[in-house]
T-cell receptor, first 111, second 114 residues
C-alpha cells in the first residue's frame, strides 16, 4: 500500500473559492511535502512541513500536519484558474532518503 | 525551469528497440531518482542513486537499466520494453544527507512503446 493517499481524487471549484485536499500516511515520517503538477509535466515543490510542525503558510497555501492522525491538509485560498493542476503529497521517512508519493488530487478551477 | 533537464521530452520506440533517457542537473545535488508515472496510478519510485551509488531498486524489471556516471548525470537504458511500460518517466534530484529538503523534478520523458 502507498505511504501517502490524497483525498479527494478530484475537486472542481469556482475561481475565488478555497480548495482543500487531504493526505493520509501510514508510517512515521521526518517531513511531508506537497507538490504540484501541470498536465504531463514535472512536479514542482510547493511546501515542506517537518514532523514537529503543525502548520505552515506560503502565500495562498496553508498546510497542516497532524502526526497523531497521520494526516495533512493543503488549503489553497482564493483559487485562480492557473491553480488548475494535480497536487501530490509526499512523505520522507525518519530514516532514509526516499520520497514516497500518493496518487494525487486533480483540481479544476473554473473561471 | 527547475534545474533538472531531461531528454528527450517524447520518445516512441518499438518493443525490440534500445533507447536511453538522459537526466542532467547542475544544482550540486548528490541524490538522483527515476520515477515512473502511469495513468491513474501513483508515482512509482524506480531507482535511487546517492553519490553515484545505487541505493534502491524498487523491484524494477531488468529491461530498465540505470546508469549514474557522476553526480550530475543519470541515464535510464531501455531494451525490449512492453506496451505497458508506456508512461511519463520523471527524473529528480535532491541534496543527500539532509532529510528536510525538497526534490527537484525534470519535465519528464513521455515514452510510448508500440
Amino acid at each position: 500500500s502507498q505511504q501517502g493517499e490524497e483525498d479527494p481524487q478530484a475537486l472542481s471549484i469556482q475561481e475565488g473559492e478555497n480548495a482543500t485536499m487531504n493526505c493520509s500516511y501510514k508510517t512515521s515520517i521526518n517531513n511531508l511535502q506537497w507538490y504540484r503538477q501541470n498536465s504531463g509535466r514535472g512536479l514542482v515543490h510547493l511546501i515542506l512541513i517537518r514532523s514537529n510542525e503543525r502548520e505552515k503558510h506560503s502565500g495562498r497555501l496553508r498546510v497542516t500536519l497532524d502526526t497523531s492522525k497521520k494526516s495533512s491538509s493543503l488549503l489553497i485560498t482564493a483559487s485562480r484558474a492557473a491553480d488548475t493542476a494535480s497536487y501530490f503529497c509526499a512523505t520522507r521517512k525518519a530514516a532514509g532518503n526516499k520520497l514516497t508519493f500518493g496518487g494525487g488530487t486533480r483540481v479544476l478551477v473554473k473561471p | 525551469e527547475t534545474g533538472v533537464t531531461q531528454t528527450p521530452r517524447h520518445l516512441v520506440m518499438g518493443m525490440t528497440n534500445k533507447k536511453s533517457l538522459k537526466c542532467e542537473q547542475h544544482l550540486g545535488h548528490n541524490a538522483m531518482y527515476w520515477y515512473k508515472q502511469s495513468a491513474k496510478k501513483p508515482l512509482e519510485l524506480m531507482f535511487v542513486y546517492n553519490f553515484k551509488e545505487q541505493t534502491e531498486n524498487n523491484s524494477v524489471p531488468s529491461r530498465f537499466s540505470p546508469e549514474c556516471p557522476n553526480s550530475s548525470h543519470l541515464f535510464l537504458h531501455l531494451h525490449t520494453l512492453q506496451p505497458e511500460d508506456s508512461a511519463l518517466y520523471l527524473c529528480a534530484s535532491s541534496r543527500q544527507g539532509s532529510e528536510n529538503t525538497e526534490a527537484f523534478f525534470g519535465q519528464g520523458t513521455r515514452l510510448t512503446v508500440v
